[in-house]
């Protein structure tokens, strides 16, 4: 706290000047920055509170300098214990910061973590027929839901005291959060393998029809039956997202759709060849694409579909893992890709082993972070956004905050264990899940750092969650 007081005592200092009787020129007046950024590396005791991007007025810059993950502040190795199948084991790293460790029985690949009331849900992983409940700040499981009716539960969504998911082997299901008591199971078709999304008590799912093909369906949350039904091209890209009227989604053969999301009324599909969920914001969406043999970021209309603006791109190696058919569950079951987060007039995406911060509409890159060995590979998950920080994992086990404004460094945590789940910020902690069936938290702030509770941020996979009183801060 004293080096963020001396830090504000200098900005104050330099803001009045040497001589009250000799003002800057009016030119060096102009381009003195509106918001003071870190140095990099910058040690702050707090985050940094996110500016108003609306009052700035962007002029031409130097080209934008590309630094390494992790080269302004060095990973600090976190000794992750190994607890037996089904334990839970706390642990300090770092500056005396307290931690857990939770080790699933059926050690699978994890999909992301959902947070609420206190607790995170997580699946038990693509074979398994199990859920849990885990304290949010010891890891210990206070409810396991087991013999599931399939196998297979998707990232879940904790909306209203209920945990919301779908199955791989065809069924929605919906539990008390307090217990993991099943309140309603309703099978939809098989294979069920993207995410959910929830709002104003309807639950948004995609499944295979009874007479073939596939379908964004509607149901109610207090019984799961339904509201609506509409055809879809094919299974979705991770998951419906809602936003304002409207619900979206992205096909594995490269359609995006608008559907009224109360009604059901399909306002328009275009092949827009997503590689990902879109991401709403105002009266568009903003999509990574296929762009020929690279991946592209592309703003698109929401009223009708239309490509408004085409911004940069990158090597498309990593497009081998964009499921494109059915033919591997596994894989679409699991998939995230590059979605883009746009928050503040920016948009923040992971492509490839990339994180880039944009001009949401001219395209402008205002920083931009590499991970060095991994540029062409899938190496960075998608991003997490909690306030001031750009929250992201690698694929080899990093956990990282970025500064929005600037891609510095604020922290830096290596694991140990892969991780190709989006990390889950509640709290001031971080909740990670590995390849192996652990689930890995850490308090890396204060409990100001939050908003990012499930994939997508909120039940309706839009943005950030108002955030709730910490629950659990005295435990």
Same mark, same amino acid.
């Given at each position: 706290?004293?080096?963020?007081?001396?830090?504000?005592?200098?900005?104050?200092?330099?803001?009045?000047?040497?001589?009250?009787?000799?003002?800057?020129?009016?030119?060096?007046?102009?381009? *003195?920055?509106?918001?003071?950024?870190?140095?990099?590396?910058?040690?702050?005791?707090?985050?940094?509170?996110?500016?108003?991007?609306?009052?700035?007025?962007?002029?031409?810059?130097?080209?934008? $300098?590309?630094?390494?993950? #992790?080269?302004?502040?060095?990973?600090?190795?976190?000794?992750?214990?190994?607890?037996?199948? #089904?334990?839970?084991?706390?642990?300090?790293?770092?500056?005396?910061?307290?931690?857990?460790?939770?080790?699933?029985?059926?050690?699978?690949?994890?999909?992301?973590?959902?947070?609420?009331?206190?607790?995170?849900? @997580?699946?038990?992983?693509?074979?398994?027929?199990?859920?849990?409940?885990?304290?949010?700040?010891?890891?210990?499981?206070?409810?396991?839901?087991?013999?599931?009716?399939?196998?297979?539960?998707?990232?879940? @969504?904790?909306?209203?005291?209920?945990?919301?998911?779908?199955?791989?082997?065809?069924?929605?299901?919906?539990?008390?959060?307090?217990?993991?008591? $099943?309140?309603?199971?309703?099978?939809?078709?098989?294979?069920?393998?993207?995410?959910?999304?929830?709002?104003?008590?309807?639950?948004?799912?995609?499944?295979?029809?009874?007479?073939?093909?596939?379908?964004?369906?509607?149901?109610?949350?207090?019984?799961?039956?339904?509201?609506?039904? $509409?055809?879809?091209?094919?299974?979705?890209?991770? *998951?419906?997202?809602?936003?304002?009227?409207?619900?979206?989604?992205?096909?594995?053969?490269?359609?995006?759709?608008?559907?009224?999301?109360?009604?059901?009324?399909?306002?328009?599909?275009?092949?827009?060849?997503?590689?990902?969920?879109?991401?709403?914001?105002?009266?568009?969406?903003?999509?990574? $694409?296929?762009?020929?043999?690279?991946?592209?970021?592309?703003?698109?209309?929401?009223?009708?579909?239309?490509?408004?603006?085409?911004?940069?791109?990158?090597?498309?190696?990593?497009?081998?893992?964009?499921?494109?058919?059915?033919?591997?569950?596994?894989?679409?079951?699991?998939?995230?890709?590059?979605?883009?987060?746009?928050?503040?007039?920016?948009?923040?995406?992971?492509?490839?082993?990339?994180?880039?911060?944009?001009?949401?509409?001219?395209?402008?890159?205002?920083?931009?972070?590499?991970?060095?060995?991994?540029?062409?590979?899938?190496?960075?998950?998608?991003?997490?956004?909690?306030?001031?920080?750009?929250?992201?994992?690698?694929?080899?086990?990093?956990?990282?905050?970025?500064?929005?404004?600037?891609?510095?460094?604020?922290?830096?945590?290596?694991?140990?264990?892969?991780?190709?789940?989006?990390?889950?910020?509640?709290?001031?902690?971080?909740?990670?899940?590995?390849?192996?069936?652990?689930?890995?938290?850490?308090?890396?702030?204060?409990?100001?750092?939050?908003?990012?509770?499930?994939?997508?941020?909120?039940?309706?996979?839009?943005?950030?969650?108002?955030?709730?009183?910490?629950?659990?801060?005295?435990?």
């Amino acid at each position: 706290m004293n080096r963020l007081i001396a830090l504000t005592c200098l900005l104050a200092l330099a803001a009045c000047g040497g001589k009250a009787d000799s003002p800057a020129p009016a030119e060096q007046r102009a381009a *003195t920055p509106v918001h003071p950024q870190p140095a990099p590396g910058a040690d702050l005791d707090a985050p940094i509170p996110l500016p108003d991007r609306s009052a700035v007025r962007r002029t031409a810059r130097a080209p934008t $300098r590309v630094l390494d993950l #992790g080269s302004d502040r060095s990973f600090v190795q976190v000794a992750v214990p190994k607890p037996p199948r #089904g334990g839970s084991v706390g642990f300090d790293f770092g500056d005396e910061r307290k931690g857990w460790v939770t080790r699933l029985p059926e050690g699978g690949q994890l999909p992301s973590v959902a947070y609420g009331d206190g607790r995170v849900y @997580i699946s038990g992983g693509f074979n398994a027929v199990s859920f849990y409940g885990l304290n949010a700040v010891t890891g210990t499981v206070e409810w396991a839901t087991t013999n599931l009716e399939d196998n297979g539960p998707t990232a879940a @969504i904790y909306e209203d005291d209920r945990v919301i998911f779908n199955t791989e082997s065809c069924t929605l299901f919906a539990l008390d959060a307090a217990t993991g008591k $099943r309140l309603w199971f309703k099978w939809l078709g098989d294979p069920t393998l993207a995410q959910t999304a929830v709002a104003d008590g309807l639950i948004y799912a995609a499944h295979p029809a009874t007479d073939g093909g596939h379908r964004l369906t509607a149901y109610k949350v207090r019984n799961g039956n339904v509201k609506w039904s $509409r055809k879809i091209s094919g299974d979705l890209l991770a *998951t419906p997202v809602i936003h304002d009227d409207a619900v979206y989604a992205s096909t594995l053969e490269g359609y995006t759709y608008k559907f009224d999301r109360k009604q059901g009324a399909r306002k328009w599909r275009k092949k827009l060849r997503a590689t990902t969920a879109p991401w709403p914001s105002g009266d568009e969406l903003f999509l990574s $694409r296929r762009n020929g043999k690279r991946e592209q970021q592309v703003v698109v209309s929401a009223a009708d579909g239309s490509v408004l603006r085409e911004h940069h791109d990158t090597t498309g190696k990593h497009l081998a893992d964009v499921p494109t058919n059915l033919n591997n569950w596994p894989q679409v079951w699991q998939f995230e890709g590059s979605r883009p987060v746009v928050s503040g007039g920016v948009r923040y995406v992971a492509m490839a082993g990339e994180v880039r911060a944009t001009d949401a509409v001219s395209g402008e890159t205002l920083w931009v972070r590499n991970y060095a060995g991994h540029e062409a590979e899938r190496s960075v998950g998608s991003v997490a956004l909690a306030g001031p920080q750009v929250v992201i994992s690698t694929r080899q086990g990093q956990v990282m905050g970025l500064d929005i404004d600037t891609g510095y460094t604020l922290w830096a945590y290596d694991i140990g264990h892969d991780v190709y789940a989006e990390p889950v910020v509640a709290n001031g902690w971080i909740y990670a899940t590995t390849t192996q069936g652990y689930v890995v938290a850490l308090n890396v702030a204060d409990e100001t750092l939050d908003g990012w509770h499930m994939f997508g941020g909120n039940p309706k996979h839009d943005g950030p969650v108002v955030r709730e009183p910490n629950k659990t801060a005295a435990l």
